[in-house]
């Protein structure tokens, strides 16, 4: 995206210094994610990806530098606010102990909530359609400590999904799940992106899969932030993965899609 454009989209971050203590992740780092995307995040582990993901949510505080969300600091707003517009799919996430499905993706509701407006036929449904949506409607009493790794994936998706949020970042949504569920959940992002009316952004680890579902990629590097973005089509090449994760590849056209697919060399003996 060009740089004149950056101040127009609803989130975006300007000259962002990631820091854990002492450990720098990233610095001098802009993002800006377009509205109405599906961005997806590649990027070799530890590379950042889920504190960049986590800065843009406002659950890590830059170092440096300034998110924006909607025109303001994401600083400025108030917590209930921010999760009224931007919902966020942790990497890893705890359920509280002895909580069941059904509880748990009933918080998602939390920040539609009012001093005098409690639980409503609208939450309901809305919990309800979540739960229908990632498959795990019959799994409402079901404790979430006891469901398998992929069960609790979908569970936590659908949580986010109950907050109804136009802006959704997701971490590794795919993680544990079955090359079918994998394309369910994909699937489901790109229903939701082409309604219009969500901006999806997903940390994912299948680079064919980034190709074949991003309308905008961004592709990062250990010490660097950003080796590229855009539309996959135009900036996936063998170069680039060879140049990011340092594996040695082939990049073809993915016969169902004719998005690229990338093909490791054999292994030289
Ligand atoms: N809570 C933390 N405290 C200190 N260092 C951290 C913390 N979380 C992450 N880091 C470090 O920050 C760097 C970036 O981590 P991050 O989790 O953003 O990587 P990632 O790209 O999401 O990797 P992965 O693909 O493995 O999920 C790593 O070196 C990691 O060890
Ligand atoms: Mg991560």
């Not at 986590?54 to 999760?83: C, F, N």
């Not at 136009?166 to 369910?184: N, R, V, Y």
Request: hydrophobic fraction near 40%.
């Amino acid at each position: 995206m060009a740089k004149g454009h950056r101040t127009m989209t609803r989130l975006r971050g300007e000259n962002l210094t990631l820091a854990y203590d002492e450990r720098t992740v990233a610095s001098t780092l802009d993002v800006s994610v377009p509205d109405g995307s599906f961005t997806v995040i590649v990027g070799p582990n530890a590379c950042g990806k889920s504190t960049l993901l986590k800065a843009l949510a406002r659950m890590l505080k830059p170092t440096e530098g300034t998110v924006y969300l909607d025109g303001a600091a994401i600083a400025s707003y108030r917590s209930k606010e921010v999760a009224r517009r931007l919902g966020l799919l942790p990497q890893t996430s705890i359920s509280p102990n002895g909580i069941t499905v059904g509880e748990l993706v009933a918080r998602g509701r939390y920040p539609h909530q009012k001093l005098f407006r409690q639980w409503s036929p609208e939450d309901e449904a809305v919990v309800a359609e979540s739960m229908r949506k990632t498959g795990v409607d019959d799994l409402t009493d079901r404790l979430v400590d006891e469901l398998s790794g992929g069960q609790r994936q979908r569970v936590w998706l659908a949580m986010v999904l109950a907050q109804q949020t136009s802006i959704l970042l997701l971490d590794e949504p795919t993680t544990f799940l079955d090359i079918a569920h994998q394309h369910e959940v994909l699937d489901l992002c790109a229903d939701l992106h082409e309604d219009g009316a969500h901006t999806l952004v997903a940390v994912l680890h299948d680079l064919n899969q980034a190709c074949r579902y991003a309308t905008h990629l961004i592709v990062m590097k250990p010490g660097e932030g950003i080796a590229a973005e855009g539309d996959p089509v135009r900036i996936m090449t063998a170069e680039l993965v060879e140049d990011a994760f340092g594996l040695p590849c082939r990049v073809v056209d993915d016969p169902e899609t004719g998005t690229p697919l990338i093909v490791p060399l054999k292994r030289q003996r």
